[in-house]
């Protein structure tokens, strides 16, 4: 990887680093590329499904606490065929 | 009673003082607010809540007066790390980015937590966002080793377990994502949980890599831990990866270790660890033995690959977590910026107002998920993942707990992080497996160096068997005794 390289993917990352911090960065880069080329080329076959409980789901034996936001939700702008229709909004506004 | 016996008792026994009024909330907050204050040079803490901590005290107190039926955290002055969410509390994750964040939500954790009316005493000092294990990247100084102050107390979590350790908190939450909890534990002589992921809700955790983070507690002892989090696990709607099943089939032990089975990876005995820190893990495997524990040796194809898959995997959702900071979106914005454009203002503030730390991992995640990389990378660190759940699950079907070291070399000094932070990387060999597969695991401390460091040993389980590592833990906390 060279400075260019890097300073691509500065770009990409929406960092600005300087000239200094690059150089000091691609030897580190380098080391982490490379545990993680030697992790490439292992071969892991297919992995068979995890033990214990893998999926999400709300339990009905579990009390749920109270959807905070509900109030947010019951105040969101109704929607007719994908447009929102005005609603009326209490309080002062801006 | 003495500032001192104060601050040297467990949770159980604070909350019998509180009960026969032999103390009181206030005079137990008043003396960590002390302490704190005399220990200030530690940096544990990033924001102290003086006048909040002890109006909730004067409610517990009330709440104890008037012979309420109470949580047993009710009046424990407690502190919270600085990236857990809290009303109306700064919490600013140690960054710059964040200096001035209020948020207007707590998460779950610190609101189970006040629900119980524990204190919150303020929060603790991290490296910023999560990123590292000495607590030196955080943009408000680094935390000290309150048993030796020229040393780290671990991190990510340092200033919860520096707090804790040092008589400032009776107990404190932290979050682990690579060890963040475990590491600090084990440098300050302390009990420090990284809990089966999805066992404790990480709605308003602040995200480094959200497929690996936890909140969880750091204690004094396997008891006190147990107590906090007992108060914090459970299903939570606002996080549809908390999932915890109230009935886990945990073996239960008591009195001694004569039905557990104990592995030890023999990958991890041939890793270099200095020879202190191999003694005591040596010196535990027996003690385990004389206590009854079957120990047998287990070989884990590939487990060291693990610190690969980890920073490929926790880099890469780190750059995509935290892509939201840019000053106009979220984030604070630096005095004198100038830029031409959007583009160029983003990278003007992104690079000064996170820490280099920060910047180098969100680096190394957007090269890891680059279209040229992201197959051969970070795909195959996913599988890497699922490949060592498997493996390690499969070492637990014949085997009740792993028993491993935390970390395999002795507290650092401060300051030598930013000089190679890829070897304090590699260092993290001994937790990141059990971190990769969602297990949970208890670090606890096992003996003492020639300098009067501590040392630490961490005992795996099951997803969500917690239960078993606080009960063996507890044996093994007599047993030193």
């Known amino acids: 990887m060279n400075t260019k390289d890097l300073k691509n993917i500065s770009k990409l990352s929406g960092i600005k680093m300087s000239e200094d911090e690059l150089a000091s960065l691609e030897a580190d880069l380098e080391k982490i590329r490379a545990m993680a080329d030697a992790m490439a080329e292992l071969d892991l076959g297919d992995a068979t499904a995890s033990h214990g409980v893998s999926v999400s789901e709300l339990r009905a034996d579990v009390p749920q606490k109270a959807f905070e936001h509900q109030g947010l939700t019951d105040a969101a702008p109704l929607c007719e065929d994908g447009y929102v229709k005005t609603v009326s909004v209490k309080g002062d506004g801006l | ?481």
């Open chain 2, 1 to 481: 009673m003495m500032q001192e016996d104060i601050l040297k008792m467990g949770i159980n026994e604070a909350a019998l003082a509180l009960r026969s009024k032999k103390i009181s909330s206030v005079e137990l907050t008043r003396a960590c607010l002390e302490r704190i204050d005399q220990n200030a040079d530690t940096g544990a803490f990033i924001t102290v809540c003086r006048e909040n901590a002890l109006q909730k005290a004067k409610i517990a107190d009330q709440m104890i007066k008037n012979g309420e039926n109470l949580h047993i955290l009710t009046g424990i002055p407690m502190a919270i790390k600085d990236n857990i969410c809290t009303k109306g509390i700064r919490t600013t994750c140690a960054s710059r980015m964040l200096e001035g964040y209020i948020p207007t939500y707590g998460a779950t954790a610190a609101e189970k937590l006040s629900d119980t009316f524990a204190v919150l005493l303020g929060k603790t000092n991290m490296d910023e966002f999560g990123m590292g294990s000495t607590t030196e990247n955080s943009a408000f100084g680094a935390t000290h080793n309150p048993l030796n102050k020229n040393l780290s107390a671990g991190g990510s979590s340092g200033g919860s377990a520096a707090a804790v350790s040092g008589g400032m908190a009776f107990y404190a939450l932290g979050s682990d994502t690579g060890g963040s909890i475990r590491l600090p534990a084990a440098f300050c002589n302390l009990v420090g949980l990284c809990p089966t992921y999805g066992a404790i809700s990480r709605h308003g955790l602040i995200a480094y890599a959200s497929s690996l983070d936890r909140i969880a507690p750091i204690a004094k002892s396997a008891k006190d831990c147990k107590l906090v989090f007992d108060a914090l696990k459970g299903a939570d709607p606002m996080d549809q990866t908390c999932q915890y099943p109230f009935t886990t089939s945990s073996k239960s032990v008591t009195g001694d270790l004569k039905n557990v089975k104990i592995a030890v990876i023999s990958q991890f005995l041939d890793q270099k660890m200095d020879a202190g820190v191999k003694n005591a893990f040596s010196s535990t495997l027996l003690r385990f033995k004389e206590l009854g524990a079957q120990v047998e040796y287990v070989s884990v194809e590939n487990v060291l690959h693990s610190v690969g898959a980890y920073y490929v995997i926790s880099c890469a959702e780190a750059s995509s977590n935290l892509a939201r900071y840019d000053g106009v979106r979220v984030g604070a914005i630096p005095d004198g910026i100038c830029a031409e454009n959007y583009h160029e203002f983003i990278q003007e503030v992104r690079g000064k107002m996170l820490g280099k730390e920060v910047r180098r991992r969100i680096m190394l995640g957007t090269f890891m998920l680059s279209d040229e990389n992201r197959e051969k990378y970070y795909k195959n660190a996913v599988k890497f993942k699922n490949h060592i759940t498997v493996a390690l699950e499969s070492v637990l079907d014949r085997y009740d707990l792993i028993l491993s070291p935390v970390y395999a070399d002795t507290p650092p000094a401060l300051g030598n992080f930013e000089k190679s932070p890829v070897s304090f990387y590699e260092k993290d060999v001994f937790c990141l497996p059990f971190s990769l597969a969602g297990l949970p695991s208890l670090a606890l401390p096992c003996g003492e160096l020639a300098g009067g460091m501590p040392v630490g040993i961490q005992i795996s389980a099951k997803k969500f068997c917690e239960d078993l590592l606080f009960d063996v833990a507890q044996i093994y906390e007599e047993a030193l005794k």
